[in-house]
Every structure is written in structure tokens, then in C-alpha cells.
């Protein structure tokens, strides 16, 4: 055979940030607004007979849930490439979150001073499973304003994760936030591997 | 902007026209263990013969000319995740598309690439 290829392919590397939040926090604002396209939506499905099956033969009368992702990616250079996954919304879509959690080099917490506690199940994810993380307060006009210290009390958080106050709409903000999430996630690196 | 050939199973306000499963035969696991949301993917030039391939296997080539996510294939192709990750596995398994190593992804990630991503992130 000729040769098949006249140059040399190569694949970019990705990284992944996830952000993460309660619904209608920001999370696709805050992808759009630092994406290089227009935030893209792709969807799950989860069938009612779970993940355990290798077929669908049989099973066809069961009804199926959509989940939704949305996500934007920023070209770094031509060998890596920076993927930002929201994640679902509502809570009983965890399933989806190892998917999105694997690998990533780090997570923003949305928060909204309105609705703090929709912050909690994403933190509790991410210490768990030791993904550095920063919490984002989305300071939407009219939102109750918070001591840094008052929202870290009722978010339960210590001094080792950064909290940043950002406006999801606005593409600096978001890049400050962003830059915090892999600061922070090199400040986690082993110094000995430095 | 000329209509996608896509586009012909994929209604705006009825989505799609074809039920995800039937593009895979019912299949609900890609033979090919290892694609991630964030696996890049590339179609590569090669001589072989297409006729076994379905008209997503096509799309999937021509969207893949320059290296994708499986992502953003799957939001491309209007197709759910798994739907695509199988179509995908079986380009990877024919070594019609090639992809990064996923399982190097996994691994914590080194300070020089940090550095990068911070850099290309401040650069925007």
C-alpha cells in the first residue's frame, strides 16, 4: 500500500475544568463567556433500566431521561486544547459526574448569594474525590452582597479554597476565575514532582 | 450557511427523527473502552473501504478532518454521548480515526502543562 498519510497527524491533548453549581446559577454564562465558540450542548441519555445492560433488546417500552451538558473549549495552542464542562443541573444526575470529573485539572463552584446551598452537593464532590476547586460567587445585580467571610461560614469552606466574586457575564471576570482554578491546582502539585 | 447532511434526520422542534438506538444497532457500550467527554479524536486519510460505513460514520469522518472532542462530535452529529462514542469506537477499531491517549489524561497533570493552560487561558 502507498503511503496513507501525507503528513503527520498529530492529537491535541485536553484538559477539562468543570464547572459546577445549582440550576441557573450561570454556569453556561460563565462557559460563554471565555469560550472560543459558542457553548455547545450535547446529551445523555439514561434509560430506566440503568447502565448494567449491554443491549436495549427487550427493553424498548422503557422511557428514557435527556441530560444536558453544555461546554465551550479554549485552544491553548495547537497541542493542547482546554475543555470547560458545565455539569446538569439538578442533582439526581450525578451519574454524569465521574464522566466529567475524569481527569479534569480542577472545578469552579458557582454560587448565587440567593441560593447558596446549591453549592453544596458540588463541593462535597470535589473534596471528596481531592479535585482542587475554587468557589465562584455569580454577584447578579440585586443579589444579596456577602462578606468573603459570610459566604464561606455558610458554605462550610476553609482559607485552603479560594473564593473569588466574579460576574459570569463578563469574559475578564471569568478568566480571573479560571486562572484562580489552575493556580490553585498547581499549588496542589506534589513540590517534590516540580 | 449551506445545510448539513446531518441535518435531514434532525428536526429543530421534533429532534431527531431516527431513535438515537437504531444509528447503533441497539448497542448502549462502545467496543473501545476508553473515550471520555474530553478525548480528542482525528479522522485519518486512509484507503479503506468505506461501504460498510453508515451515513454517521461518514459525518463523523468529515467532522473530524481536524481533531474534535467527543463532545463536540456528539453535539455536531446531534447525537446523544453514547450514541457517538459508539459510532467513534468503531472508527477507532477500523483505524479510521485515531485519539489521544485517554488514559494519560487520568494522570495528575504536570506543572509545565498547568503553566501553559494558564498562560493560554490569560492570553485570551
Request: charge should be negative; charged fraction near 25%.
Given at each position: 500500500m502507498?503511503?496513507?498519510?501525507?503528513?503527520?497527524?498529530?492529537?491535541?491533548?485536553?484538559?477539562?475544568?468543570v464547572?459546577?453549581?445549582?440550576?441557573?446559577?450561570g454556569?453556561?454564562?460563565l462557559v460563554?463567556?471565555?469560550?472560543?465558540?459558542?457553548?455547545?450542548?450535547?446529551e445523555?441519555?439514561?434509560?430506566?433500566?440503568?447502565?448494567?445492560?449491554?443491549?436495549?433488546?427487550?427493553?424498548e417500552?422503557?422511557t428514557?431521561?435527556t441530560v444536558?451538558?453544555?461546554?465551550?473549549?479554549?485552544?491553548i495552542n495547537p497541542?493542547v486544547v482546554?475543555?470547560l464542562?458545565?455539569?446538569p443541573?439538578?442533582?439526581?444526575?450525578?451519574?454524569m459526574?465521574?464522566?466529567?470529573?475524569?481527569?479534569?485539572i480542577?472545578?469552579?463552584v458557582?454560587?448565587?448569594?440567593?441560593?447558596?446551598?446549591?453549592?453544596f452537593?458540588?463541593i462535597?464532590f470535589?473534596?471528596?474525590?481531592?479535585i482542587p476547586f475554587?468557589?465562584?460567587?455569580?454577584c447578579?445585580?440585586?443579589?444579596?452582597?456577602y462578606s468573603?467571610?459570610?459566604?464561606?461560614h455558610?458554605?462550610d469552606v476553609?482559607?485552603?479554597?479560594p473564593?473569588?466574586?466574579c460576574?459570569?457575564?463578563?469574559?475578564?471576570?471569568?478568566?480571573?476565575?479560571?486562572?484562580r482554578?489552575i493556580?490553585h491546582?498547581m499549588?496542589?502539585?506534589?513540590?517534590a514532582m516540580? | 450557511?449551506?445545510p448539513?447532511?446531518?441535518?435531514?434526520?434532525?428536526?429543530?422542534a421534533a429532534?431527531?427523527?431516527v431513535?438515537?438506538?437504531?444509528?447503533?444497532?441497539?448497542?448502549t457500550?462502545?467496543?473501545?473502552g476508553r473515550?471520555?467527554?474530553?478525548?480528542?479524536?482525528?479522522?485519518?486519510?486512509t484507503?479503506s473501504?468505506?461501504?460498510a460505513?453508515?451515513?454517521?460514520?461518514?459525518?463523523?469522518?468529515?467532522?473530524?478532518?481536524?481533531?474534535?472532542s467527543?463532545?463536540?462530535?456528539?453535539?455536531y452529529?446531534?447525537a446523544?454521548?453514547?450514541?457517538?462514542k459508539?459510532l467513534?469506537?468503531?472508527?477507532?477499531q477500523r483505524?479510521?480515526?485515531?485519539?489521544s491517549?485517554?488514559s494519560?489524561?487520568?494522570v495528575?497533570?504536570?506543572?509545565?502543562?498547568l503553566q501553559?493552560?494558564?498562560?493560554g487561558v490569560r492570553?485570551?
Open positions: 502507498a503511503s496513507v498519510q501525507s503528513e503527520e497527524l498529530t492529537v491535541p491533548s485536553s484538559v477539562k475544568i464547572v459546577a453549581g445549582g440550576f441557573g446559577v454556569k453556561t454564562t460563554g463567556a471565555v469560550s472560543e465558540i459558542t457553548p455547545l450542548r450535547t445523555e441519555l439514561l434509560t430506566e433500566a440503568g447502565t448494567q445492560i449491554d443491549d436495549l433488546a427487550g427493553v417500552g422503557k428514557t431521561t444536558a451538558l453544555d461546554f465551550g473549549r479554549i485552544t497541542e482546554l475543555y464542562f458545565g455539569t443541573g439538578q442533582d439526581r444526575f450525578w451519574f459526574w465521574d464522566e466529567l470529573a475524569y481527569g479534569a480542577g472545578a469552579v458557582l454560587v448565587d448569594t440567593r441560593r447558596l446551598d446549591g453549592g452537593g458540588a462535597d470535589f473534596e471528596r474525590r481531592g475554587v468557589v465562584a460567587v455569580n447578579f445585580e440585586g443579589g444579596h452582597s468573603e467571610d459570610e459566604v464561606r455558610a458554605l476553609g482559607d485552603g479554597v473564593l473569588v466574586l460576574d459570569a457575564r463578563d469574559r475578564e471576570s471569568c478568566k480571573t476565575v479560571l486562572a482554578v493556580e491546582a499549588s496542589k502539585l506534589d513540590p516540580a | 450557511m449551506s448539513r447532511s446531518s441535518d435531514w434526520w434532525y428536526d429543530e429532534g431527531p427523527l431513535r438515537p438506538y437504531a444509528l447503533v444497532s441497539g448497542r457500550r462502545p467496543t473501545w473515550l471520555n467527554l474530553a478525548t480528542q479524536v482525528r479522522a485519518i486519510r484507503t473501504d468505506t461501504s460505513l453508515s451515513v454517521e460514520h461518514l459525518e463523523i469522518m468529515k467532522l473530524c478532518r481536524k481533531p474534535l467527543v463532545a463536540e462530535v456528539a453535539a452529529l446531534h446523544p454521548l453514547v450514541v457517538a459508539v467513534l469506537s468503531d472508527l477507532i483505524g479510521d480515526v485515531i485519539t491517549d485517554a494519560r489524561m487520568a495528575a497533570p504536570d506543572r509545565n502543562l501553559k493552560v494558564l498562560d492570553a485570551i
